[in-house]
T-cell receptor
Framework: SQQGEEDPQALSIQEGENATMNCSYKTSINNLQWYRQNSGRGLVHLILIRSNEREKHSGRLRVTLDTSKKSSSLLITASRAADTASYFCATAIQGAQKLVFGQGTRLTINP | NAGVTQTPKFQVLKTGQSMTLQCAQDMNHNSMYWYRQDPGMGLRLIYYSASEGTTDKGEVPNGYNVSRLNKREFSLRLESAAPSQTSVYFC??????????FGQGTRLTVV
């Protein structure tokens, strides 16, 4: 089974609302990363949080990491229609060399 | 600066045929990865190479072989293609404990 599991699998909200996605993982990590994918294209990196960090911000993105619960969350504030995409968490394990992805959250922003 | 380049972009194979997917990166990254993505699913790790001269199995290695030809190139070979290998294949590369950069994908159909 995959290292990361995301919740919810799909999320539909109105433009302007905040979107929160969660990721849980199983083994110890070096860092956790979030990616975005538009319509089956290549993935684009959003943010990386290291195992000794608890929170990180980048523009409208906020990521938290709780290593005791083996979980992370991605918050997108003030959502826009262009944020419609699939979002994946990935965990870097085994000395940060192995990068394993979750199954993703499909986010739809309704205008 | 091309980043990660995959070839071909599309391929149709007959069951039992073989083919090699090529991947090259120009970012001097040590680690390279091959993933497959099935419809509506996350990325599953097939094989990875933490550094030149090493390769390791990922989550779904059966039916595939890889070669880390040099620091730039990492190829994926299907020796005898099966319909279950119909998927989109992504190559990625990264430096130690940093984010990954992805190619645009190879859409493979096995009939």
């Amino acid at each position: 089974s995959q290292q990361g599991e995301e919740d919810p699998q799909a999320l539909s909200i109105q433009e302007g609302e905040n979107a929160t996605m969660n990721c849980s993982y199983k083994t110890s990590i070096n860092n956790l990363q979030w990616y975005r994918q538009n319509s089956g294209r290549g993935l684009v990196h959003l943010i990386l949080i290291r195992s000794n960090e608890r929170e990180k911000h980048s523009g409208r993105l906020r990521v938290t990491l709780d290593t005791s619960k083996k979980s992370s969350s991605l918050l997108i504030t003030a959502s826009r229609a262009a944020d419609t995409a699939s979002y994946f968490c990935a965990t870097a394990i085994q000395g940060a060399q192995k990068l394993v992805f979750g199954q993703g959250t499909r986010l739809t922003i309704n205008p | 600066n091309a980043g990660v380049t995959q070839t071909p972009k599309f391929q149709v194979l007959k069951t039992g045929q073989s083919m090699t997917l090529q991947c090259a990166q120009d970012m001097n990254h040590n680690s390279m990865y091959w993933y497959r993505q099935d419809p509506g699913m996350g990325l599953r790790l097939i094989y990875y190479s933490a550094s030149e001269g090493t390769t390791d199995k990922g989550e779904v290695p059966n039916g595939y072989n890889v070669s880390r030809l040099n620091k730039r190139e990492f190829s994926l070979r299907l020796e005898s293609a099966a319909p279950s290998q119909t998927s989109v294949y992504f190559c990625a590369s990264k430096a130690y404990a940093t984010e990954a950069f992805f190619g645009q994908g190879t859409r493979l159909t096995v009939v």
